[in-house]
């Protein structure tokens, strides 16, 4: 089965409770997206997931050169940042469509759906 990145997005700017607006909005959240996590793992799609510290909390590394360069922060300024992701391996992008609209609903965020480079994408690519 294809594998799928869902990448949570959410606000950079955090206040208290993170991207929530209260404690219990929080609480709610995390407590659906662990029931959501759940049914990933009963349907047999749950591959990783995890949630990530603030982007303040951020080094980029640029490698490319002859020493690398190290700053803090990340490597884009923007207002969404990626907050967490769940790794999937389902049937096909509707499934996955449809996992990452429950997950949007449950943790009350954005999620970008992507698939992973396969072989076969790596080949088709060499052909061009």
């Known amino acids: 089965m ?3 990145l869902m990448s949570v997005y959410g606000p950079a700017e955090r206040g208290d409770y993170g991207a929530y607006p209260s404690k219990e ?3 709610q959240a995390f407590a659906d997206t662990g029931a959501f996590n759940d049914t990933l793992v009963e349907k047999g ?4 997931a995890d949630g990530l510290e603030p982007v303040a909390t951020a080094t980029t590394v640029d490698g490319q050169g002859a020493t690398a ?3 803090d922060g990340p490597y884009l300024e923007a207002k969404e940042h990626l907050g967490g992701f769940w790794v999937i391996d389902v049937p096909d992008l509707d499934v ?3 996992l ?3 997950g949007s609903k449950a943790c009350r965020g954005t999620v970008e759906v992507r698939p ?3 072989q076969e994408s ?3 690519m060499l052909e061009r």
């Open 2 to 4: 294809p594998r799928y």
């Open 25 to 27: 909005d929080m609480l």
């Open 45 to 48: 799609y749950f591959v990783f």
């Open 69 to 71: 360069v190290f700053q």
């Open 96 to 98: 996955a469509l449809d």
């Open 100 to 102: 990452a609209a429950q």
């Open 116 to 118: 992973f480079q396969t």
């Open 122 to 124: 790596i080949e088709a």
